[in-house]
């Protein structure tokens, strides 16, 4: 870059991140400023810490608008998320100070489809409801009708969005558990569908159909609460709602009361609406499984995630193209 030697420039990351990553910065010859706090910053916080970065190495837990941009300095060149949702950037407010905005595709699909089918399985057969129970000493012995779940093969697993992470928890568990699956997109993929050998429906016929919903869209002005009580109703009772995308998608306050009214049979969550707080009446529910936003963390895959991460860096502060762009 111009009058600046590379081992000038300043990284800034918002939070510890996995050695992979912070490591290329070094070698890199960047000056590193890593949060010292095991916590998220604060807007203020964040204001200070990234001034005069030339690059900000953020979290999804890191709402970069342009007050945040401005508070860096026209030096900064790149905001590079250490995820693939980029739903806390504002887009607009980086394309018109061009700065580029790079997010973490590929490398999470295969760990947040695992995680995904595990929550499905966690939740249709009562795994961590029977895991309280024994922990509780509640055990007294086989009994016939104790926690009786729901079989996968021969299902209906409804995805809404296609894309990678949705593409892989359709294969797996079609090929893996035998179920059948449908699909709804604001855009219909027939390559993959031929692929996958998987039919797309309509969303409303999703609904109907599916035993199991999982969800895998962005959020977007589109996607939010694009499941509210009138979906749910629409469901059907012995069904099962999944997400591992963003909270926002659903409608929490709504999520509880059509499982506190038995409207669908359970929900297993990994993200909220209103993170890191979750709807208290989701938590009193025995027909819930609740995660803390962990469905990428592998070690390998948060490993890799810091590499990319660090990859888009050094290619922007070496006067490259980054190489995930967001637009
Ligand atoms: C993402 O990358 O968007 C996940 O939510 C966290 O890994």
Redesign the pocket.
Known sequence: MKNKKENNFKVVITRKIPDAGINLLQKAGFQLKINPYDRILTKEELKKFVKGADAILSL?TDKIDGEILDAAGPQLKIVANY???YDNFNINDFKTRKIYAT??PGV?TET?AEHTIGLIFAIAQKIVEADEFVRQNKFRGWEPMLFLGTDMRNKTLGIVGLGRIGGEVAKRMRDGFGLKIIYFDAIRNKNLEKELGIKYVSFESLLKQSDFISIHVPLTPQTKHLFTLKEFKKMKPTSYIINT??GAVIKESDLANALKKKIIAGAALD?YEFEPQINPELIKLSNTVLLP?I???SIETRSK?AEMAAKNIINVLNNKKPLNPIF
Do not use: D, F, I
């Open positions: 999804l995820a693939v949702g997010n973490t999470l947040v995308s963003r993200v936003h469905a990428s963390a995630m």
